[in-house]
């Protein structure tokens, strides 16, 4: 992280609009993709099997139902993704955006423009992921 970001305790009001414009686009694009997911898995663009011969039909069916539910779930993730980004708005207009919720300090810009939903710097990132791999790993006998 650069000196300047570590001495300061926010993020200045052009340096929050910029990031506000990159979520803003970002926002756009995710709720694009979230309605293509959704008509893939709700059937409504109206490519379904009905027009195909009874033979490949039982086939079909059980693919589609499988790409239905894969198409249900990266739904589930792209709404949770606009949600983050909704969120990320919100900590702008709070002027709280680009602060790590578990040490307080400036996430670095470099981390925000690739993940701007992001609520943690890399280092409070790594410490959480070795805890979760810790706790997960069985005790040594």
Do not use: W
Request: proline share 3%.
């Amino acid at each position: 992280m650069a000196k300047e970001e570590k001495e300061k305790n926010r993020y200045s009001d052009e340096e929050l609009e910029e990031f506000r414009q990159l979520i803003i686009e970002k926002l756009a694009k995710a709720n694009s993709d979230l309605e293509l997911l959704t008509e893939a898995f709700t059937g409504t663009n109206d490519n379904d099997i009905s027009d195909t011969s009874p033979t490949f039909k039982v086939l079909e069916e059980g693919s589609q139902v499988l790409s239905k539910e894969e198409n249900s779930q990266l739904a589930a993730r792209q709404q949770k993704f606009i949600r983050d980004l909704e969120g990320a708005l919100v900590r702008i207009q709070n002027k709280t955006y680009g602060i790590c919720r578990v040490t307080g300090q400036l996430i670095s810009k470099e981390r925000l423009r690739a993940v701007p939903h992001a609520t943690l710097s890399i280092d409070a990132k790594n410490k959480m992921t070795k805890k979760e791999v810790r706790i997960s790993l069985p005790p040594e006998e």
